[in-house]
């Protein structure tokens, strides 16, 4: 029985795909959701898995390709296709059945990662149907052994930067770039370019939250089953606050028309090897602090893992940025269009700092607020600014919303 292999529905806001990776190849013997093809769009890759038992017949659209919402890319036959398939393997007797065995019980998306991360597939324990290693199955492996994990650390963070050769070699190779990559250039040349972009700085004292943090994070952790308390729930509860007080720094431009938002959805920036991706928290403003941890760790798994859907990274009324995980002091963060502003956050580093005619060792972290100044002016920019200071240094603030 043929079937045939579709592009996914793309939302209006993405017009198109580019076919990634093929993970099958013509008669190869592929299982019911065992990732086949990867299509690569301005805003997030997209997977697309066998519907059953059986092997691609035929494939329509090669690697490179554009395809377009819900257009055919390959044929797949079910069943026999896959038995078929399998045949021609058989008379590869000769290698050692272990390693056939683990070739066959290895997802292509886990062999991958495997492969990334230094990591021998075949050392990893499978949970999938006939103990199949997934790629969940990598994931937990790297946690058990963060030892084992550690030279990987720095070849998975630069996986889109190519290899180049030994040094000493004046070498040089050219790879095309990616299309989230073109689209993040576009983005920000585009703010660059049609906003009147300007920054304005302050510093907050991180200690209150730190010791809030430290009195009641076991407790907290007990009381959401697992959820751990971190610093970037203060923020999106501190900025949400400060968005109803100065609405206009929630606002967008539409043409001649300024639009006012009456929710706060605020985007956390998520880093990734592929580059830079923003979800949204929506309604952040009724969020408590262990559903805004619960869902920023879900966006951080499943973004490392190309698995965020487009419409959770479209909209958004105020974006959060946090260079600091990267040792980051100080940065002017880039408007995240239509959105009026943008906060950037920074390393935390302990500074002398003069408090009631005493100088003390406290620690500190620079704040910045990029935000269009045909929207804001500077007192209103300034204003909120220093409100999420206000509520950061006295976290009370943020439950009484004074």
Known sequence: MSTEIKAPTFPESVQDGTIATWHKKPGEAVSRDELIVDIETDKVVLEVVAPADGSLSEIIKNEGDTVLSNEVIAIFVEGAGAAQAKAPEAPAAEEPKQAASSEKLVNPAARKMASENNVNAADVAGSGRDGRVTKEDVANHLKSAPAASAPAAATSASTSVPALEAAGDRVEKRVPMTRLRKRIAERLLEASNTTAMLTTFNEVNMAPIMELRAKYKDKFEKAHN??????????????????????????????????????????????????????????????????????????????????????????????????????????????????????????IQERPMAVDGQVKILPMMYLALSYDHRLLDGKEAVQFLVAIKDLLEDPARILLEI
């Open 226 to 347: 697992g959820t751990r308390l971190g610093f970037m729930s203060f923020f999106v509860k501190a900025a949400a606050e400060a968005l109803r007080r100065f609405p206009a720094v929630n606002a967008s431009i539409d043409n001649n028309d300024i639009v006012y938002h009456g929710y706060q959805d605020i985007g956390v920036a998520v880093s990734t090897d592929k580059g830079l991706v923003v979800p949204v928290l929506r309604n952040a403003e009724n969020m408590s602090l262990a559903g805004i941890e619960n869902t920023i760790r879900d966006f951080g798994l499943r973004a490392r893992d190309g698995k965020l859907g487009i419409e959770e990274m479209s909209g958004g009324t105020f974006t959060i940025t946090n260079g600091g995980v990267f040792g980051s002091l100080l940065s002017t963060p880039i408007l995240n269009l239509p959105q009026a502003a943008i906060l950037g956050m920074h390393k």
